[in-house]
Each structure stands twice: as C-alpha cells, then as structure tokens.
C-alpha cells in the first residue's frame, strides 16, 4: 500500500469510529511515523510502505480509534511555538492556555525588572513555566506539582529546553512547601488547576476522559482548589504580587468572590478565544 491508499482507508476507518478529524489526524499520525512534514505526505504519495511500518502505523491509529489523544500517541505537544514532550500522566496543554501565558510575558517585558520571581501550583507537562521561562529570561520559576509522575515529565520538559538553571520543581499539595520554606518574595503565581465540576465530569468529549482525572476535576462545584490555594497565596506573595489563574467558564464570578475575601484588588477577568471567561488576574491588596 502506498501513502494516499493507507490515508484513504485510515480516513474512512476514523470516521467509522467517530473521530472528529479523520483526515488530519490520519495525515498527522504518518507523517509522524515517517519523521516528515504533513505537506510531503500528499509530494510522496505513492510511496510504498515497508509491512513494519504499516504494522506499526496500524498500531497507531487502533489507538486513535480508542479516542486516545493523537499527542498521548505521538507522545509531543506543540505549545507556545515549543514542541513539548508528554504522556498520558499529564494534561495536554490547550490553545487557549497560551492566551494567559502570553499575557503574562508581554506584561512582565513591559515592567524593568532585574529579576522575576515566578511560582506555578500543578505545572504537569510543564507547558506554563517552562513557557514563561523560555520567553522571560530574567525569570526564576518554582514548580510545585503533588503528582510524582507528571513531575517526572515536568522535569523532562526543563531539561529538554536547558532551563534548569532558573527553572526548579518540587513535589507538594499546592503551597504548603514553599510556606513551609517560609518563601515570600513571589512576584507572580500561576496555576492552571483542576476546575471541572462533578456534574461537568459526566459530559467531557472522549478524548478529554482519557486525561488525568485528577488534573481535570476540581470538586463537587470545581471550586476546590481556589478555595485552598488563593488563601495560601497570601503568605508567599510580595504586597502587588499578581496571581494569575485559569477558570472554567462558568466559575468568573466565584472565583472573583474568593480573590475579594482574600483582599486582592484590580480583579480582571480575561476570555478565550470564544470570548468565554477563561482567565482571572489580581494583585495581592
């Protein structure tokens, strides 16, 4: 079988199984496997495939037919222009996280700082500061993630891109090694946090249900985590210390309720591409 003859029939095979992108995802998982660009799959079309890797290319898409995650099987995610290593211990990174993230480098490029003291809670793949440290070369970062496993792939991340001179991680429940260190001197704490409710976890897509679940689901209301970690935030950030923090879409208003009891101020909520609330910024009052 040559290129066009496989696309075709993993083509048709997707859409027997429900797949929302059949023909990207089939181009995608090939050019993967062959190490080329997409664009040279339909140059070569009629190159033969060898049987391994039709076998191997077999084993792929019977993957994908499971709606496990294309980057679960490819085993990279591109984020922010970075090509990022994962699994599936962690959650894949989003489109719409790479709004706050580019938020936060623009307005931190803008502020002559010598040096940008930055924590982030729950850092899985690593996406957010490994971002915020590739771009912000005056940044120290701290990551703090209570999973041992997505810490190792974290870890891999910081290495892969040689950061580990400003970037370090640690494993712990949200702030509590950094209070425990007595660190108070933050600048910005960032954390894209489990916030799924109970009643939202029963009607994610597929794909989605083969992430994490404890990266996903944030309690009975999603709210969780904010409840725990914006109070602990008090002690580790400077007086104007920003804390920057993805949302669900429905939750703005909660949340801006719980930065409000905890005395920050100059609260924005920021939206996604759709223009849903996806984001919240405050400073420390």
Do not use: C, W
């Not at 993230?101 to 690593?126: A, P």
């Not at 999973?147 to 991340?157: G, R, S, Y």
């Not at 976890?201 to 597929?206: D, E, S």
């Not at 580790?236 to 208003?253: F, P, R, V």
């Amino acid at each position: 079988m040559n290129i066009k003859e496989v696309l075709v029939n993993t083509e048709e095979y997707f859409e027997k199984n429900n797949i929302d992108n059949p023909r990207l995802d089939a181009e995608v998982l090939l050019a993967e496997l062959l190490d080329m660009e997409r664009i040279k799959l339909y140059v070569n079309f009629d190159y033969p495939l060898k049987e391994e890797e039709i076998a191997k290319y077999r084993a792929m898409i019977k993957k994908r037919a499971q709606h496990i995650p294309v980057a679960y099987i490819t085993g990279h995610k591109e984020f922010m222009s970075l090509d990022f290593y994962v699994n599936e211990d962690v959650l894949l990174p989003r489109p719409e996280t790479e709004i706050i993230v580019e938020y936060l480098i623009d307005h931190f490029q803008e502020k002559d700082m010598d040096r940008i003291n930055i924590v982030e809670v729950g850092t899985g793949s690593g996406a957010i500061m490994v971002s915020l440290g590739h771009y912000l070369e005056n940044s120290r970062i701290l990551g703090v993630e209570i999973d041992e496993k997505a810490l190792e792939v974290t870890k891999k991340n910081v290495e892969k891109f040689s950061l580990s001179d400003r970037l370090k991680v640690t494993k712990g429940d949200l702030l509590k090694p950094l209070i425990k260190r007595g660190i108070s001197n933050v600048d910005l704490l960032v954390s894209n946090p489990p916030y799924i409710s109970e009643e939202e976890m029963h009607t994610l897509p597929p794909e989605v249900q083969k992430e994490p679940h404890k990266a996903l689901y944030g309690g009975r209301k999603g709210l969780e985590i904010y409840e725990k970690l914006i109070p602990q935030s008090l002690e580790i950030l400077k007086t104007n210390g920003m804390i920057a923090l993805e949302i669900g879409h429905k939750q703005a208003e909660d949340v801006k309720k719980i930065l409000f009891h905890n005395n920050f101020k100059d609260i924005e909520v920021r939206q996604d591409y759709a223009d849903k609330d996806r984001f919240i910024i405050a400073y420390k009052g």
